[in-house]
């Protein structure tokens, strides 16, 4: 006897039902663990901001339904350059990173913790997980100490103290991290989102740490004509590369975060592209993985 003939309606719902079967063992496999996630202002701002956030609001929502422990922090450099622009300020980089008077670091300030922290905060908990804002400066998280007097009142991690995170990650929030430090002094300091990232999933004995950006992963040879999406590398070939200069600017500090995190025990980091719809879910509950994936010291696969 004949299957009985299927409306859309009802296909599209097996599809839905096939989907939720296959994600089954991935979801078991992640209750419970941390994922450390770092989401690039930039994505916001490059492929539609409406369609690209909104999916990442909604994948960290279903992964906090499902019992993952998920910490996002968040950067903002192009919001910040946007308003600095506005007020006559215009951006300076030194490897990557914005060299920040007290000026700049009063519009950073303003960006991170009066635009885009409370934006995401709501975007998360309107997708149905309840969230909570944080900054670095906020009970002790993230203490800084000055790096390169080039870059003016920009600071480098000198400590994470993970307390307030486990808390509110054992109310059941998601923390979503503003990332400025202070200073032993009491100095407020701007730190690159993508070194804090590191450091935090460091600090929380994280089982992932995810980059979200605005390209596809990471490349060699990055912008000529031999360029190579590297679907999985090496902490070790990472670090050759950081030595010999090959890396395009705006990746140094994604990868030197992601260094620091590997060193520090993490045991897996992720370079995926956020303007992908869904990345996150891809990422995480399926074995289709995309974007470049960056194993400890000697576990790169050969060629």
């Known amino acids: 006897m004949l299957p009985p003939s299927l409306t859309d309606r009802t296909k599209l719902a097996q599809e839905k039902a096939r989907v939720l079967r296959e994600a089954l063992p991935w979801i078991t496999r992640w209750r419970g663990r941390t994922v450390v996630v770092k989401w690039g202002g930039n994505v ?16 960290i929502a279903l992964m906090r339904s499902v019992g993952v422990d998920v910490v996002v922090v968040h950067g903002g450099g192009p919001q910040i350059s946007e308003l600095g622009g506005k007020l006559g300020l215009e951006p300076t980089f030194v490897d990557g990173q914005r060299v920040t008077d007290e000026a700049t670091l009063d519009v950073v300030q303003l960006v991170l913790l009066g635009q885009v922290n409370p934006w995401l905060v709501g975007l998360v908990s309107a997708a149905g997980a309840p969230a909570s804002g944080v900054s670095g400066t906020d009970a002790g998280l993230v203490t800084a100490r000055p790096a390169d007097a080039r870059l003016g009142r920009v600071g480098d991690v000198a400590s994470v103290d993970p307390t307030l995170l486990r808390s509110l990650l054992a109310d059941g929030a998601v923390p979503v991290v503003a990332t400025l430090g202070r200073a032993a002094d009491g100095a407020v300091y701007n730190i690159n989102a993508d070194r804090v990232a590191g450091a935090i999933a460091t600090a929380l004995d994280a089982d992932k740490l995810i980059y979200l950006t605005n390209v596809s992963g990471l490349y ?69 993985g995309i974007g470049t994936m960056v194993t400890p010291r000697g576990e790169e696969p050969s060629p």
């Open 44 to 59: 916001a701002t490059d492929g539609g901001p409406d369609e690209a956030t909104a999916a990442f609001a909604a994948d």
């Open 220 to 288: 060699e040879h990055f912008g000529t004509e031999h360029s190579t999406l590297l679907s999985v590398v090496s902490a070790d070939r990472l670090r050759r590369m950081l030595a010999d200069g090959t890396l395009e600017a705006g990746m140094v500090p994604k990868i030197g975060g992601v260094v620091d995190a590997l060193d520090g025990g993490v045991p897996q980091a992720h370079l995926l592209d956020g303007r992908i719809e869904h990345a996150l879910l891809l990422e995480v509950f399926t074995d289709e």
